[in-house]
């Protein structure tokens, strides 16, 4: 059975940081590009930070400078480095693990940013 289970949302100052985590089971992990997105409330899914399986990354203009995304393949987690939030920054971020037409997401965490 395929799980993402993310972990590491909650609410921050603006400012903050936070440290967003994926664990994946199920998958080979280290052959899946991996990713993760935010939904914010009224607004589509979008894409903040991917990582393929070389290592090779992309963020989303609005978090480049801010926002790190790595991988651990020996311990099958991806994460996502969250700094100098913004209340624009708040949304449920997904993790999302991709190999060609085989798409999985997690559950989801929230992450919200207010004074």
């Known amino acids: 059975q395929v799980q993402l289970v993310e972990s590491g949302g909650g609410l921050v100052q603006p400012g903050g940081s936070l440290r967003l985590s994926c664990a994946g089971s199920g998958i080979i992990f280290s052959s899946y590009a991996m990713g993760w997105y935010r939904q914010a409330p009224g607004k589509q899914r979008e894409l903040v930070a991917g990582?393929?399986?070389?290592?090779?990354?992309t963020y989303a203009d609005s978090v480049k400078g801010r926002f790190t995304i790595s991988r651990d393949n020996r311990k099958n987690t991806v994460s996502l480095q969250m700094n100098s939030l913004k209340p624009e920054d708040t949304a449920v971020y997904y993790c999302n693990a991709n190999f060609g037409l085989d798409n999985r997401w997690g559950q989801g965490t929230q992450v919200t940013v207010s004074s």
């Open positions: 990582i393929s399986r070389t290592s090779i990354t």
